[in-house]
């Protein structure tokens, strides 16, 4: 009986170890559980490593049908990064943020042909974007000397689908749904890599919310649009889903702020799927506008 007792206590005890993982694991941000690895039953040992490494950010975001929706996340976000905008300053500046708005150089509607890697604002603004698809590209939702995202996805519907939260381009990776940004000392040319304290983008038309699914399945996944932050190892420091809006032309807002500069680069998946197919129950196509972030600080 006793050596009954002893091993339903150790059973007790080895689910408890088991929970901590799952809270641990969670709490961090981390989506991949390595069940493989051995268990040990030592629940002081596993609670100092697995809660000492993670930082929480602040986390500011926002969705609903107008710019009005957002307008108070993003305006919190800016002040926990801190004034001013730095611009095109071709240095690294102990305060303030960068701002990439997809609008400059007259005329402001052209369609941006793809290009990989998307170096317009790596000296000026110390970020550098990627896809694993064809290119990166500045449109306005239609219209302008190449038609903007219509003619550039071959589809009509991108006209009403999608809005631009600062007028009239917004950004977009052409054959996928990812863009990797890593982050440089501005003025270095990409030569010195750089961390910022935080991140955020402001998203159109992400329709589906965490936890839904297609027809009457609940439950079943995410949200279709995912950032993830690196650090400059390359570890996951956090990932969120972004808020959703449902229609047409919503917007959302995701951003997330450390104390120190830790985020060396970040992925965004916007939407289920890459642009081009119409936007519906299956498929939801998201657009990128404002990409804001911290003053890029050389890594130590
Ligand atoms: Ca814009
Ligand atoms: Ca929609
Ligand atoms: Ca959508």
């Known amino acids: 009986m006793k050596k009954l007792v002893k091993s339903l206590v150790s059973v007790a005890g080895f689910s408890l170890v088991i929970m901590f993982m799952f809270l641990a694991t969670h709490v961090a941000g981390q989506t991949l559980i390595s069940f493989g690895d051995p268990v040990s039953p030592d629940p002081v040992a596993l609670g100092d490593a697995s809660f000492t490494e993670f930082v929480a950010p602040a986390v500011f975001q926002a969705a609903g049908p107008n710019i009005a929706s957002i307008q108070s996340a993003v305006t919190d976000f800016r002040a926990a990064l801190g004034d001013p905008v730095n611009g095109n300053a071709l240095t690294e500046l102990t305060i303030g943020r960068r701002e990439i708005n997809w609008d400059g150089a007259v005329p402001t509607d052209v369609t941006t042909p793809p290009v990989n890697p998307f170096n317009t604002f790596l000296n000026t603004r110390g970020a550098q974007f990627t896809t694993p698809g064809v290119g990166l590209s500045q449109a306005p939702p239609s219209g302008g000397p190449q038609g903007g995202l219509v003619t550039l996805f071959g589809n009509a519907t991108y006209a009403t689908a999608f809005r631009a939260f600062s007028s009239p381009r917004l950004f977009t990776p052409v054959g996928s749904n990812t863009t990797d940004a890593a982050f440089f000392v501005a003025g270095s040319n990409g030569t010195v890599r750089a961390a910022v304290t935080g991140f955020g983008v402001i998203f159109t038309d992400v329709d589906q919310p ?11 996944r995410g ?53 081009g197919p119409n936007d519906d129950d299956n498929n939801d196509v998201v657009m990128m506008d404002d990409f804001i972030y911290g003053e890029p600080h050389k890594l130590q």
Do not use: C, E, H, M
Not at 215 to 220: A, D, Q, S
Not at 232 to 261: H, Q, R, T
């Open 223 to 275: 949200s279709s649009t995912l950032v993830q932050f690196f650090g400059a190892d390359g570890g996951l420091l956090f990932s969120s889903f972004a808020p959703a809006s449902p229609g047409n032309g919503g917007f959302s807002f995701l951003g997330i702020k450390f104390n120190d500069p830790r985020i060396a680069s970040v992925r965004i998946i916007a939407g289920n799927v890459a642009p």
């Open 210 to 220: 965490d936890g839904s699914g297609p027809g009457t399945k609940r439950g079943n």
